[in-house]
């Protein structure tokens, strides 16, 4: 059996990771193909008590070092038990964040040592990087104000906003950059997509990049999108 796919889908606060990573997958099994959405940190039943912890902001005071390990200790889990199995039984993987979050939260933004953080990844994530990492660029006041819209909807009109929604603006403009600065140092990885339009455009858009960068067959992407 070919070994399935693996996308990953990064960027700041509210720039609409969860809905495009949805609407995707509903593509690709439309197309045929076996998907598994799953997030980081998170994606098992250890990995997503680490996701509680970090988000709550009960880790700050243990500096940004601490958060890494804690990070790819989420990340070790989530691919020996989910992402490594998916792809040999020949599904695509969608993950909401990946290796590249960690880049920008606790090495950009924390100061964490990159020769630290390098170290970590080729013990970690090793040569199962993904095939593509989809970006979703938006202007973090943009983007800030959506994650909030969105905390608010789901638990009540004085729900706090977690850790990352809380930092500050100037942070979330370096945050941004930071992914930016990936997607230009790894393009063959990385695609860019403004997230300052529509869902639909946007969708167009994250399709395009998946059917150009991993060769989905054209017939049968023309046939999933008159289906839409």
Request: charged fraction near 30%.
């Amino acid at each position: 059996m070919a070994r399935g796919k693996f996308i990953s889908f990064e960027g700041g606060e509210g720039t609409g990771k969860s809905t495009q990573i949805r609407r995707l997958a509903e593509r690709l099994e439309a197309a045929g193909i076996a998907v598994v959405e799953t997030r980081e940190p998170g994606g098992t039943p250890g990995a997503e008590i680490i996701r509680r912890t970090i988000l709550s902001g009960r880790t700050r005071n243990l500096g940004p070092f601490a958060e890494a390990l804690m990070m790819n200790a989420a990340r070790d889990d989530h691919l020996n038990e989910v992402i490594r199995p998916a792809l040999k039984a020949g599904k695509w993987v969608l993950c909401d964040r990946f290796a590249d979050s960690t880049r920008v939260y606790q090495g950009a933004m924390g100061n964490t040592d990159s020769d630290l953080l390098k170290a970590m990844e080729q013990a970690v994530v090793a040569k199962d990087w993904p095939n593509l990492t989809i970006i979703l660029d938006l202007d973090p006041e943009i983007g800030l104000e959506r994650a909030r819209a969105v905390t608010r909807k789901a638990l009540g009109q004085s729900a706090p906003a977690d850790r990352f929604e809380d930092e500050a603006l100037d942070d979330h403009h370096r945050m941004r950059l930071a992914f930016l600065e990936i997607a230009r140092a790894e393009p063959d990885r990385c695609a860019v997509i403004d997230a300052d339009q529509s869902p639909d455009a946007v969708a167009e858009a994250v399709w395009s990049a998946v059917t150009t960068r991993l060769k989905l067959p054209r017939k049968r992407a023309r046939a999933d999108t008159a289906t839409d």
